[in-house]
């Protein structure tokens, strides 16, 4: 590993090319390059772009769908990475940061980085690198996301600033809740959304991962559950999810499905008592708001890496089911059973347990 770079840098190249969530749990990484650069640019994949705009510390946010990242992958087209050359090299930066999964390899953009002319490169690699890299970080992969994020930034030379306490953040302010039911703000189905006073639950029914989503009957069952409980339920959901969100909402819930930006999502998040989530993005984004979390994880990831960080959660799945560890996209096993034994009752007990710690 090389030593500690010089100080101070005036530009930082930082990429993360996934999805929202992998973005979120950057934000300890950004804060500590931030505190070290006087301009931190941002590369993020088209998925991941909203919430890096959402981290302290970034000045600005490049957009790249990235050929060996993406799940959906674009082709590998020579004119597009030449422009991605061209970019980086107009911009000139002082050095990079690139941030990856644990079974992602930083090396074909540090190659791409490299070729622009990029000085010193940074990043978590088992592999060779050769020439491609100047800080070749090595780590345990048990290490949760943003500790193993924050790790490369401080043997690339960065570190928090003092009083920076790790956790997730976001960039305040956020939007004002009372926008969020005026008239510019309708729900789905035309009519203005409810009063958003603080102190709801949020269920979050979706997952950009299949294997990750507790099953929508389930969703439907902890909605009646927890309304009967005395809760108010707020049912969130991203544009391609109204007719799950609806599903889900029914007739005693808050159909916010397709309504919210993500920063707005942010904001109503921040105002609930609790968040009902499985691993994927929002579940991420209410630890980076403080907000209690009953995870509904499903083992295809290890929850030690992958757990909402920093407030109080209740993770709920069964951790040992046949699927664990697999990575898988779709359930392996019939019927779901890591999150389809989860019950509405057991919801209902884990909200009480979040809220009351």
Same mark, same amino acid.
């Given at each position: 590993m090389t030593a500690r770079g010089p100080a101070p840098r005036r530009t930082v190249l930082v990429a993360r090319l996934d999805s929202v969530g992998d973005v979120l749990v950057q934000g300890p990484l950004v804060r500590a390059v931030a505190a070290g650069a006087e301009r931190v640019v941002f590369l993020a994949g088209p998925a991941g772009a909203d919430a890096a705009r959402l981290l302290p510390g970034v000045d600005e946010v490049w957009t790249w769908a990235c050929p060996w990242i993406l799940g959906d992958p674009p082709p590998v087209d020579a004119g597009d990475l030449a422009g991605l050359t061209d =970019?980086?090299?107009?911009?000139?930066?002082?050095? #990079?940061?690139?941030?990856? !999964?644990?079974?992602?390899?930083?090396?074909?953009?540090?190659?791409?980085?490299? $070729?622009?002319?990029?000085? =010193?490169? !940074?990043?978590? !690699?088992?592999? &060779?690198?050769g020439s491609l890299l100047d800080v070749r970080h090595r780590v345990d992969d048990d290490l949760p996301e943003p500790e193993r994020a924050l790790s490369l930034a401080r043997a690339a030379g960065f570190d928090l600033p003092a009083g920076d306490d790790g956790r997730l953040a976001v960039r305040r302010p956020l939007p004002d809740l009372r926008d969020l039911h005026s008239g510019d703000h309708p729900g789905p189905d035309g009519h203005h959304c409810a009063d958003l006073a603080g102190g709801y639950v949020v269920l979050h029914p979706g997952a950009s991962v299949p294997a990750r989503a507790w099953p929508a009957h389930r969703c439907a069952e902890a909605v009646?559950?927890?309304?009967?409980?005395?809760? =108010?339920?707020?049912? $969130?959901?991203?544009?391609?999810? =109204? /007719?799950? $969100?609806? *599903?889900?909402?029914?007739?005693?819930?808050?159909?916010?499905?397709?309504?919210?930006?993500?920063?707005?999502?942010?904001?109503?998040? /921040?105002? *609930? #008592?609790?968040?009902?989530?499985?691993?994927?993005?929002? *579940?991420?984004?209410?630890?980076?708001?403080?907000?209690?979390?009953?995870?509904?994880?499903?083992?295809?990831?290890? #929850?030690?890496?992958? #757990?909402? &960080?920093?407030?109080?959660?209740? +993770?709920?799945?069964?951790?040992?089911?046949?699927?664990?560890?697999?990575?898988?996209?779709? @359930?392996?096993?019939?019927?779901?059973? @890591? +999150?389809?034994?989860?019950?509405?009752?057991?919801?209902?007990?884990?909200?009480?347990?979040?809220?009351?710690?």
């Open positions: =970019r980086v090299r107009a911009l000139a930066p002082d050095e #990079a940061v690139i941030s990856t !999964s644990f079974h992602q390899s930083p090396l074909p953009l540090a190659l791409v980085l490299r $070729t622009a002319g990029v000085p =010193r490169i !940074s990043a978590i !690699s088992v592999d &060779y690198p009646e559950a927890l309304a009967g409980a005395g809760h =108010r339920v707020l049912v $969130t959901g991203g544009p391609g999810e =109204r /007719e799950l $969100t609806a *599903a889900v909402a029914g007739a005693r819930g808050v159909d916010l499905g397709g309504a919210l930006s993500l920063a707005e999502l942010a904001a109503v998040l /921040e105002a *609930a #008592a609790a968040v009902v989530v499985g691993n994927t993005g929002p *579940a991420h984004l209410a630890a980076a708001v403080g907000t209690p979390v009953v995870s509904l994880f499903s083992p295809v990831v290890p #929850a030690v890496r992958w #757990a909402p &960080y920093g407030v109080p959660t209740v +993770l709920l799945g069964d951790q040992d089911a046949a699927c664990r560890l697999t990575r898988a996209r779709e @359930c392996p096993v019939p019927g779901h059973p @890591c +999150l389809a034994s989860v019950t509405a009752a057991d919801v209902v007990a884990a909200v009480e347990k979040v809220i009351a710690a």
